[in-house]
């Protein structure tokens, strides 16, 4: 075999290598998606606690410990190896999505926290599926590789809610409250994508790798990023925004579930998962709307239009509880999922961008620890508002989406790229002659 072909070859089990680490996170990842829209609406049988505090912290837990074990899932994987900790991963996620659906069918709470504080730890190996990709990457193709995650998340938000569907129907439990078999389905996919791993996954860390910086927040990173021109506004932009849209989506299943006298729609379970996994698609459109408008628009232009947009979201759904009105509810969802889908991407460009190319790697992990920081504050909150009145969570989410406008316009147009900001410090280069 000539040096041009086993290169060839190499690059072909590269990519035969990413494709079983995308279809593993993906299947995976149907079955966070199977279970985010029915867990508020499965617990909120289990508990009578009026002021909806053991909501919120039933869906932080899954958040907070992804935070939590993230860096440590990446420190372990530096030094066994990549495809062990994804295994392990998979095997905790197939033992506690089965956990799940036993304590579905026990009508127990406690073990429902259980479940969910396991499948967080279990989850939190999706920083270490990015490291796989890096590892088989170059640097030229490692945005396209990171873009099948991306992916990987939206099919699964897409096509999750559509399997639970199927699970309920199927197991002739569509109306039933508390039925086991969406867990078992999400834990039966799991094992599917584990012996997926196990057969097809070779190691890809290299022994002369690097190991990788994992920390929870690095403080000297953060102290960094604030204080480049605008990154600091950028980040509260990012934590702003993540905030208001993470309320959105931990109480909407609820929303949709509850009785039309509390202010609710009165949906059944079948009818919740399919408005979820229609939420799912047009945020997945919309996402590949950014990525076509970004040849054409500054990304300040696009962040400040997915506000604008987000905020008409949020004051459409208030309309729509008022007036108990199913086709304007849809048409707020679909808004807000096209706002929020312009939000993420555009401002991790520009923090990327303003950025010294030499620390982007920390600062967008300081990106990453404000943004789940901030998913962990909004699933904590928003059920105590929900409590409150069905409307306040979107009235609050529609102020954090008006401030992150406001540092939009305000503040983050004013900055300029990492190179282009440099230059402009330069002194004005002096002649020979002078």
Same mark, same amino acid.
């Given at each position: 075999?000539?040096?041009?072909?086993?290169?060839?070859?190499?690059?072909?089990?590269?990519?035969?290598?990413?494709?079983?680490?995308?279809?593993?996170?993906?299947?995976?990842?149907?079955?966070?998606?199977?279970?985010?829209?029915?867990?508020?609406?499965?617990?909120?049988?289990?508990?009578?606690?009026?002021?909806?505090?053991?909501?919120?912290?039933?869906?932080?837990?899954? $958040?907070?410990?992804?935070?939590?074990?993230?860096?440590?899932?990446?420190?372990?994987?530096?030094?066994?190896?990549?495809?062990?900790?994804?295994?392990?991963?998979?095997?905790?996620?197939?033992?506690?999505?089965?956990?799940?659906?036993?304590?579905?069918?026990?009508?127990?709470?406690?073990?429902?926290?259980?479940?969910?504080?396991?499948?967080?730890?279990?989850?939190?190996?999706?920083?270490?599926? =990015?490291?796989?990709?890096?590892?088989?990457?170059?640097?030229?193709?490692?945005?396209?590789?990171?873009?099948?995650?991306?992916?990987?998340?939206?099919?699964?938000?897409?096509?999750?809610?559509?399997?639970?569907?199927?699970?309920?129907? %199927?197991?002739?439990?569509?109306?039933?409250?508390?039925?086991?078999?969406?867990?078992?389905?999400? %834990?039966?996919?799991?094992?599917?994508?584990?012996?997926?791993?196990?057969?097809?996954?070779?190691?890809?860390?290299?022994?002369?790798?690097?190991?990788?910086?994992?920390?929870?927040?690095?403080?000297?990173?953060?102290?960094?990023?604030?204080?480049?021109?605008?990154?600091?506004?950028?980040?509260?932009?990012?934590?702003?925004?993540?905030?208001?849209?993470?309320?959105?989506?931990?109480?909407? $299943?609820?929303?949709?579930?509850?009785?039309?006298?509390?202010?609710?729609?009165?949906?059944?379970?079948?009818?919740?998962?399919?408005?979820?996994?229609?939420?799912?698609?047009?945020?997945?459109?919309?996402?590949?709307?950014?990525?076509?408008?970004?040849?054409?628009?500054?990304?300040?232009?696009?962040?400040?239009?997915?506000?604008?947009?987000? @905020?008409?979201?949020?004051?459409?759904?208030?309309?729509? @509880?008022?007036?108990? %009105?199913?086709?304007?509810?849809?048409?707020?969802?679909?808004?807000?999922?096209?706002?929020?889908?312009?939000?993420?991407?555009?401002? =991790?460009?520009?923090?990327?961008?303003?950025?010294?190319?030499?620390?982007?790697? %920390? @600062?967008?992990?300081?990106?990453?620890?404000? $943004?789940?920081?901030?998913?962990?504050?909004?699933?904590?909150?928003?059920?105590?508002?929900?409590?409150?009145?069905?409307?306040?969570?979107?009235?609050?989410?529609?102020?954090?989406?008006?401030?992150?406008?406001?540092?939009?316009?305000?503040?983050?147009?004013?900055?300029?790229?990492?190179?282009?900001?440099?230059?402009?410090?330069?002194?004005?280069?002096?002649?020979?002659?002078?």
């Amino acid at each position: 075999m000539t040096d041009e072909e086993k290169t060839t070859d190499r690059a072909t089990q590269k990519r035969g290598h990413l494709l079983v680490v995308f279809l593993a996170v993906f299947i995976d990842l149907l079955g966070f998606g199977i279970v985010l829209p029915l867990l508020p609406i499965y617990a909120r049988y289990l508990t009578s606690d009026s002021s909806g505090m053991v909501l919120g912290l039933l869906m932080a837990s899954y $958040s907070a410990m992804q935070f939590l074990f993230a860096p440590l899932w990446g420190r372990l994987s530096d030094r066994i190896g990549r495809r062990p900790v994804l295994m392990l991963g998979l095997v905790g996620s197939v033992i506690f999505y089965a956990l799940f659906g036993i304590a579905s069918s026990m009508g127990s709470l406690l073990w429902m926290f259980v479940s969910r504080i396991g499948a967080g730890i279990a989850g939190a190996t999706i920083p270490t599926a =990015q490291a796989y990709i890096a590892d088989t990457t170059s640097k030229e193709n490692r945005a396209k590789g990171m873009a099948l995650i991306g992916a990987a998340f939206g099919l699964g938000f897409t096509f999750g809610p559509l399997l639970a569907a199927t699970a309920l129907i %199927s197991s002739g439990e569509a109306q039933a409250h508390l039925s086991p078999w969406p867990g078992f389905t999400a %834990s039966i996919l799991s094992a599917g994508a584990l012996l997926l791993a196990f057969f097809k996954l070779p190691e890809s860390l290299r022994p002369d790798s690097l190991p990788a910086e994992h920390r929870l927040l690095n403080l000297s990173a953060l102290h960094t990023a604030v204080s480049i021109p605008t990154v600091g506004t950028l980040l509260l932009i990012s934590f702003v925004s993540v905030l208001s849209f993470s309320g959105f989506e931990s109480v909407l $299943s609820v929303l949709l579930k509850t009785d039309v006298t509390a202010g609710g729609f009165g949906y059944g379970l079948v009818e919740v998962l399919m408005l979820f996994a229609g939420l799912g698609f047009v945020h997945a459109l919309a996402q590949g709307m950014v990525r076509g408008m970004s040849s054409h628009m500054s990304e300040t232009r696009l962040a400040t239009g997915g506000a604008a947009v987000a @905020i008409l979201g949020y004051v459409l759904l208030v309309v729509a @509880i008022d007036r108990q %009105s199913l086709g304007l509810l849809i048409g707020a969802m679909a808004v807000e999922a096209v706002g929020f889908a312009f939000l993420p991407p555009t401002v =991790q460009a520009l923090i990327s961008r303003r950025s010294d190319p030499g620390r982007q790697g %920390s @600062i967008l992990g300081v990106a990453q620890s404000v $943004s789940a920081m901030a998913r962990i504050l909004g699933h904590a909150i928003c059920f105590p508002l929900f409590y409150i009145a069905t409307t306040i969570p979107f009235v609050v989410g529609a102020a954090l989406m008006a401030v992150a406008l406001l540092l939009i316009a305000t503040i983050a147009r004013r900055g300029g790229d990492f190179g282009h900001a440099v230059k402009a410090a330069e002194p004005e280069p002096v002649g020979e002659g002078d």
